[in-house]
């Protein structure tokens, strides 16, 4: 069972309310009721929890609630007629759940981790073509069939030379493509293949899924989304999920259909199709379906800077509750001091603002404005003395705003650490913790706003930004950050925070 399942398990067994548990919890009804859908998870440090486990050992009195918890919980009665034992028995179960962040963890390395390997893949490999009526399609059946299928497909399109946008959908059971490693890795080239004949790719991704295996499948095609080829989408709403569909659609050569019944793809028929005006048709299907959905992320690379820059914006401008991690200094809290210099090190001196200076005040002008309503949790990593002083610390500068990687000085590092103290002694929404696992921040910038989206960069080589706004995805993130810290100790930052300030002014 999941917390959510657990939760309003023990609040129907003790007839508890929304609003009861909220005022024993000193948590908002709504809130209450998010976690009771199952829409919000429970922060790993959630101080709610163990009252929540007090109040239900309390409200377990009848010889019914007893018997049932005790059962469920694997305990013995005795255990729950002890109010203080049953407490903690409940809390143990309450917190006894799989750990969600691995999914978010895994796709976080894959992405700060990825670099193009040389391609070993040969002109002909994997291309074999059928002979093709113009009219009658070719069938093959099962997961096998499907496979087959999906081959002929991707050989057309290879063959065809002409580039053009594929659209892509299936929402069946996905052991056609991870099922079989060998499969897997002759789909990937042909891909690859597919994407370096410069073709697009419109894929309408299927979030009804679990959340870990979507997040595993934005893994799988990782490679393929960094190439800024592939626009994904997805439909926002809920589907019953007992007819499934296959459509993968290249307008100007070929399609591929399918259609099963919940996961029973055994014996399911695939047509491989290569008639014009069955393809138009099976566009037209494609369009009204896409009309419905929403875009799933938007995808930036290095030659997306305007796009990246506009994006990041509008994001900026939702008012919410953040939490940023990076593996430095975060750009929003950088003294605009410190901007100034840098952009005149980038230009050698011969400094005028191209707009990016302008840009970055404006930005700050905006986190600035938003700390007087809102929380912003900065989980920061300081770099040790040395590197400091040899001015080998990397800025979080985006590589897609600028080409170059900027590095502080060591007076333009003091004064950033500078200006977060600042912040936080002046700003009591503005919260900072210090990460001490620093190799697990390596390589990325995660940018969470709760209820509005995330904004995921790769630090390092190639550069790439993912900005996602699905509300599962965003919430599974969220609780990934909000895991770590909200800043509690704050006091004991801004100390430390003073000392380490304090020992490299005195070794500067």
């Not at 007819?243 to 050569?253: G, M, Q, V, Y």
């Not at 953040?322 to 003294?335: E, Y």
Request: with cysteine; glycine share 4%.
């Amino acid at each position: 069972m999941e917390f959510n399942e657990k939760l309003d398990y023990l609040m129907k067994i003790t007839k508890t309310t929304n609003s009861s548990l909220a005022l024993y919890t000193s948590l908002d009804a709504s809130y209450v009721s998010r976690l009771r859908r199952g829409d919000r998870k429970p922060a790993k440090n959630g101080n709610y929890i163990m009252p929540m486990a007090v109040y239900f050992s309390k409200h377990c009195n009848e010889k019914y609630q007893i018997e049932i918890l005790s059962e469920t919980i694997k305990v013995k009665t005795s255990v729950i007629l002890d109010n203080e034992s049953a407490a903690e028995v409940i809390y143990e179960w309450l917190m006894k759940i799989d750990d969600e962040k691995k999914p978010v963890e895994d796709l976080l390395y894959k992405i700060s981790n990825f670099s193009y390997q040389k391609s070993n893949i040969k002109n002909n490999e994997d291309i074999h073509m059928t002979n093709f009526n113009s009219i009658e399609p070719n069938v093959y059946y099962g997961v096998d069939g499907k496979r087959e299928a999906v081959i002929q497909f991707l050989s057309v399109v290879i063959n065809n030379k002409k580039p053009q946008t594929l659209l892509l959908f299936s929402d069946e059971d996905t052991e056609w493509l991870f099922g079989d490693l060998a499969f897997t890795e002759k789909w990937a080239n042909l891909m690859t293949r597919v994407i370096m004949g410069g073709n697009r790719i419109k894929i309408i991704h299927t979030v009804s899924r679990d959340l870990d295996e979507m997040l595993s499948a934005i893994s799988k095609w990782l490679p393929l989304y960094m190439t800024g080829a592939i626009e994904p989408f997805f439909y926002p709403k809920k589907r019953d999920g007992i007819f499934k569909r296959t459509l993968f659609i290249a307008p100007d050569s070929a399609a591929v259909t399918s259609s099963s019944i919940s996961s029973m793809t055994k014996n399911a028929a695939n047509f491989v199709l290569r008639e014009k005006n069955t393809i138009k048709a099976l566009i037209g299907e494609f369009n009204d379906y896409l009309s419905l959905c929403r875009p799933l992320m938007q995808i930036f690379t290095s030659v997306d800077k305007d796009r990246y820059l506009e994006s990041l914006s509008e994001f900026e401008n939702e008012e919410s509750n953040s939490i940023i991690s990076t593996d430095t200094l975060s750009v929003l809290t950088m003294p605009e001091v410190v901007a100034e210099k840098m952009s005149k090190r980038l230009f050698n001196e011969n400094y005028k603002d191209d707009g990016l200076l302008t840009y970055f005040k404006i930005r700050r002008h905006k986190f600035e404005k938003g700390l007087l309503d809102n929380k912003f949790v900065d989980i920061i990593k300081i770099a040790d003395i040395d590197s400091i002083k040899s001015g080998q610390v990397k800025t979080a500068i985006s590589n897609i705003v600028i080409k170059d990687d900027l590095y502080y000085s060591t007076e333009e590092y003091i004064l950033h650490l500078e200006n977060i103290l600042y912040l936080m002694k002046n700003y009591h929404n503005y919260n900072v913790l210090i990460h001490k696992n620093n190799s697990s921040v390596n390589g990325y910038m995660l940018y969470v706003k709760e209820d509005i989206g995330v904004v995921i960069e790769k630090t390092s080589f190639p550069p790439v930004v993912f900005a996602i706004n699905e509300s599962n995805m965003t919430a599974a993130f969220w609780d990934y950050l909000d895991s770590m810290g909200s800043g509690a100790y704050r006091k004991n930052v801004i100390k430390e925070l003073e000392e380490i300030i304090a020992d490299l002014k005195y070794l500067k």
